[in-house]
């Protein structure tokens, strides 16, 4: 019972971090879920109720599945895995989004028409000519 309370805790805090903005979060998030797989894997091997899976020391039949062992150090290699790359995401500044300085609270809209190079000044004669006006070929009419 005690394993399957700390499985629901562990799922439950992983879903909220991965649910939340920041890489670093989302990272922890994933660790936690991680844990919380390991742990139903090696609940499901029956260590606590059964003997050691050596061969040689205990009886067959009363010898735990090692088969869930396995699985929980392949699920912690690929944990390990998904960490190292979401913190290398991270530090390499992969969420741009997090940090952004219009997203913070009180901050002014920001304005970004003037950035654009395809969009012509207001006060630009040729830019306020249709295509009619300007003939064909760019030439004006003789």
């Avoid at 909220?16 to 844990?35: A, D, E, S």
């Avoid at 699920?75 to 219009?102: K, M």
């Avoid at 609270?105 to 249709?130: C, H, I, Y």
Wanted: no cysteine; proline share 7%.
């Amino acid at each position: 019972m005690s394993s399957a309370v700390m499985v629901a805790l562990l799922v439950a805090g992983g879903t909220y971090l991965v649910l939340q903005r920041g890489l670093v979060r989302v990272t922890l998030g994933f660790v936690l879920l991680g844990h919380a797989a390991n742990l139903v894997l090696l609940a499901a091997g029956g260590t606590g109720r059964r003997e050691e899976p050596l061969l040689g020391t205990t009886d067959a039949a009363l010898a735990a599945d090692p088969l869930p062992q396995a699985f929980a150090l392949t699920a912690i290699v690929i944990t390990f895995g998904i960490t190292v790359y979401l913190l290398a995401l991270a530090s390499s500044g992969g969420d741009p989004e997090a940090d952004d300085p219009a997203d913070a609270p009180g901050a002014a809209p920001v304005d970004d028409s003037a950035d654009d190079p395809d969009e012509a000044p207001v006060d630009d004669p040729a830019a306020s000519r249709t295509g009619a006006e300007r003939g064909a070929g760019g030439r004006r009419g003789r």
